[in-house]
């Protein structure tokens, strides 16, 4: 698979990771027997970086992430994590001294000494722009505790705004078929700025898979069911905020773009791939069988001007008047 250089870091990174919330928490229960082997199958098809966070499954996906590597240590693995999620999300709860804490605990999960990469995980959007939020985080790693820092976000105006700090290293952002506002500033900002972009939620919580009807349903505790109306966390989380029943309609079109030979998630992963500025996606996996096929898209260089023609005339009449103005 591709390796590409993950912004200030200095990291060479798969362009297909693995996003591990499912690792933790909020998509039906994964054992962890299954988690391993998650994360065995994307390591024995070229994926080199992973990606969690502190609050998902309180951490449970950081302690299989450490105890897997620990398991493993020949593995050439950039590991990035994220922090801030688990109190109350107020400015004036991201202080150098909750940061120590936090990424202590994170060092404790993942059993390593420095973090490769730690993530502001979507915090309030006045946090970017807060001077000492960069020196508390530049603090981090002057004391080792870090190597690296990013942030998460979920409007493109807070990852303008962070790419405009010197040591900002990399952006986390939704980028998906359903959601192409990123390519309008964030990723030739990035670009210019040597700051990376991993793309998360790239297939729109599995819509872009072409595998759910509208009468699809989910276990109670999947963000995917409980979380449609945002009363949890943001709702452009879930089905990257687009109506559920839209959204099954435009995955079908989208479905009918996707060559033979492909399935219509690789198709999807490969077109984000393909955009200009992006380092790595990061798409979930729940078994070791969905791991290699989102794997095996790293390597597929499907996206055509039928494909990328395709996603910009469903994105443009079926989500942009709802979902540009808005993320």
């Not at 290293?169 to 939704?174: G, M």
């Not at 990035?190 to 919580?205: D, E, F, H, M, Y």
Request: with cysteine.
């Amino acid at each position: 698979m591709e390796q590409r250089i993950l912004g200030k870091t200095g990291r060479s990174v798969s362009t297909v990771g693995l996003g591990t919330w499912q690792l933790g928490a909020d998509w039906g229960d994964v054992s962890e027997e299954d988690a391993v082997s998650v994360l065995k199958a994307s390591v024995d098809h070229g994926v080199t970086f992973f990606d969690t966070a502190d609050v998902y499954g309180d951490g449970r996906s950081e302690e299989i992430i450490g105890k897997f590597l620990r398991a493993n240590p020949g593995l050439d693995i950039t590991v990035a994590t994220k922090m801030g999620r688990r109190v109350d999300q107020v400015p004036e709860n991201y202080t150098l001294e909750n940061f120590r804490a936090w990424t202590d605990r994170s060092r404790r999960n993942l059993q390593q000494d420095t973090l490769d990469l730690v993530q502001l995980h979507c915090p309030p959007t006045a946090v970017y722009s807060r001077d000492e939020v960069y020196d508390a985080l530049d603090t981090l790693v002057s004391e080792g505790a870090i190597r690296n820092y990013g942030v998460s976000v979920e409007r493109t105006d807070e990852a303008l705004e962070a790419i405009k700090r010197g040591n900002t290293a990399s952006v986390q952002i939704i980028l998906n078929a359903f959601r192409l506002k990123p390519l309008d500033e964030v990723l030739p900002a990035a670009k210019a700025a040597n700051v990376g972009i991993i793309a998360r939620v790239p297939l729109a919580s599995g819509l872009l898979s072409g595998k759910y009807t509208a009468a699809t349903e989910f276990p109670a505790d999947d963000h995917r069911n409980y979380n449609r109306d945002g009363s949890s966390f943001d709702v452009g989380e879930t089905f990257s905020g687009v109506d559920f029943e839209t959204g099954v309609k435009a995955a079908q079109e989208f479905s009918a773009l996707v060559p033979d030979g492909v399935t219509s998630s690789q198709a999807a992963l490969a077109w984000v791939v393909a955009q200009d500025g992006v380092t790595s996606v990061i798409p979930g996996a729940r078994s070791a069988e969905q791991a290699r096929i989102n794997a095996e898209a790293g390597e597929m260089p499907v996206v055509g001007a039928g494909l990328a023609d395709g996603v910009r005339d469903i994105y443009d009449r079926y989500f942009r008047e709802a979902i540009h103005p808005r993320w």
